[in-house]
């Protein structure tokens, strides 16, 4: 695997449920960060990482919780979503604040 | 508050030249980025601009005005390949890598 990965690529739930989107980067970088994007609205950042701390948290409410286990590998877990939470869940890795490389994201959809 | 602000949509030739325009309002500056968007894929990096003045690489160039707020994307022998969503993007964080997306320019290139 090369670049950044994200899985699983398409995800449906229901707003009761629990699920996790999981993103691998293999650059070596040291800066991770999730992306919401929807139809026809700029990609908005959710969360930061740097060297495995969250340094950012942009307003996004608690029913989504990040995960940084390592500096390869970034989580984000979703529960009682809502239906306008359905989008494009980006990640996005780093070195330091150069440019960022993004995955292919996870398209999310909410019943 | 912050804001980006791009063209939705334009048409260009195979062959021919466009000027992507890009105007910022932001509380911060760090840098501007342009990412390629394709249909159903991740966006990916372009050019940086930090300092005033043109940047070349290849068939693209960006050039970025502080003074004014002002950044354009030039695309030259425009290909059909070309043919994608184009997002300007400011770092206006302090100390870690914030950036604030456009709604990008959806290019569509005919032949």
């Known amino acids: 695997e090369t670049g950044v990965t994200q899985t699983p690529r398409h995800l449906v739930m229901g707003m009761t449920n629990k699920k996790s989107l999981k993103c691998e980067q293999h650059?070596?970088?040291?800066?991770m960060y999730w992306y919401k994007q929807s139809a026809k609205k700029p990609l908005e950042l959710m969360f930061v990482y740097s060297l495995e701390e969250r340094v950012e948290n942009n307003s996004v409410p608690s029913r989504f919780s990040p995960e940084c286990p390592n500096s390869s590998h970034l989580f984000l877990h979703l529960h009682t979503l809502q239906p306008e939470d359905s989008a494009l869940y980006l990640c996005a890795s780093s070195q330091d604040w150069a440019e960022q490389f993004f995955g292919p994201g996870t398209r999310l959809t909410v019943l | 508050g912050q804001n980006i602000d791009q063209p939705t949509e334009m048409t260009a030739t195979e062959g021919a030249i466009v000027q992507i325009n890009c105007t910022y309002q932001t509380s911060g500056f760090n840098g501007l980025f342009w990412y390629q968007q394709h249909a159903g894929e991740a966006p990916t990096f372009l050019s940086y601009n930090v300092l005033d003045g043109l940047e070349e690489k290849g068939r693209f160039s960006s050039f970025l005005s502080r003074s004014k707020g002002y950044s354009y994307l030039l695309l030259k022998e425009l290909q059909m390949k070309d043919s994608a969503s184009y997002l300007c993007a400011v770092d206006y964080g302090g100390a870690t890598n914030k950036l604030i997306f456009g709604t990008g320019t959806l290019l569509a290139v005919q032949p």
């Open positions: 650059l070596g970088h040291n800066a």
